[in-house]
T-cell receptor, first 112, second 111 residues
Framework: KAGVTQTPRYLIKTRGQQVTLSCSPI?????VSWYQQTPGQGLQFLFE???????NKGNFPGRFSGRQFSNSRSEMNVSTLELGDSALYLC???????????FGQGTRLTVV | QKEVEQNSGPLSVPEGAIASLNCTYS??????FFWYRQYSGKSPELIMF????GDKEDGRFTAQLNKASQYVSLLIRDSQPSDSATYLC???????????FGAGTRLFVKA
């Protein structure tokens, strides 16, 4: 079974731009969660999608948004990028409630 | 109070020793608990999960759960230099899908 796939692996963007990151979960997994990881803040929960619906949301500004498609693939979008958005963005997929979550390789976003 | 708390370390142990990593959580309704290992620059890798009170062993790793005390721990026996990494404690919320992570404990195993 293929693992969680995130694209692109690396991105460099300029302040004020927007960016879209993609995540393809493990086949059969319908829940996808997104996390932001920075050295100072650790892994911060962004949001979780299940069957195209956002069910959980973390404490991030509205510039951070996401969606999930019918094939369970998910995208997250960050608009009006700020320098502080530079981070490793990770997605994880889960098959069902209270089972293991598996991470993708992450997208390293650098905002200059 | 943070939802999932871990000692940030670093924890330094000699090769062959037992490393003990601890974690407390605040959501009494949580039913599933996970330990991830993360090497620098890499994504977290699942190493253990536990759902029931008591101990669960997998090779050199033992996870321990005490729901009454809201406490989870991970023991690594016969620690190896390759175990040097950050260990993340993760707790699934009452709903079963939202995972909250602790800040992680950095472990150094000295050869």
């Amino acid at each position: 079974k293929a693992g969680v796939t995130q694209t692109p692996r690396y991105l460099i963007k300029t302040r004020g731009q927007q960016v879209t990151l993609s995540c393809s979960p493990i086949s059969g997994h319908r829940s996808v969660s997104w996390y932001q990881q920075t050295p100072g803040q650790g892994l911060q929960f962004l949001f979780e999608y299940f069957s195209e619906t956002q069910r959980n949301k973390g404490n991030f500004p509205g510039r951070f948004s996401g969606r999930q498609f019918s094939n369970s693939r998910s995208e997250m979008n960050v608009s009006t990028l700020e320098l502080g958005d530079s981070a490793l963005y990770l997605c994880a997929s889960t098959e069902q409630a209270n089972t293991e979550a598996f991470f993708g390789q992450g997208t390293r976003l650098t905002v200059v | 109070q943070k939802e999932v708390e871990q000692n940030s370390g670093p924890l330094s142990v000699p090769e062959g020793a037992i490393a003990s990593l601890n974690c407390t959580y605040s959501d009494r309704g949580s039913q599933s608990f996970f330990w991830y290992r993360q090497y620098s620059g890499k994504s977290p890798e699942l190493i253990m999960f536990i759902y029931s009170n008591g101990d669960k062993e997998d090779g050199r790793f033992t996870a321990q759960l005490n729901k009454a005390s809201q406490y989870v721990s991970l023991l690594i026996r016969d620690s190896q230099p390759s175990d040097s990494a950050t260990y993340l404690c993760a707790v699934r919320d009452t709903g079963g899908f939202k995972t909250i992570f602790g800040a992680g404990t950095r472990l150094f195993v000295k050869a």
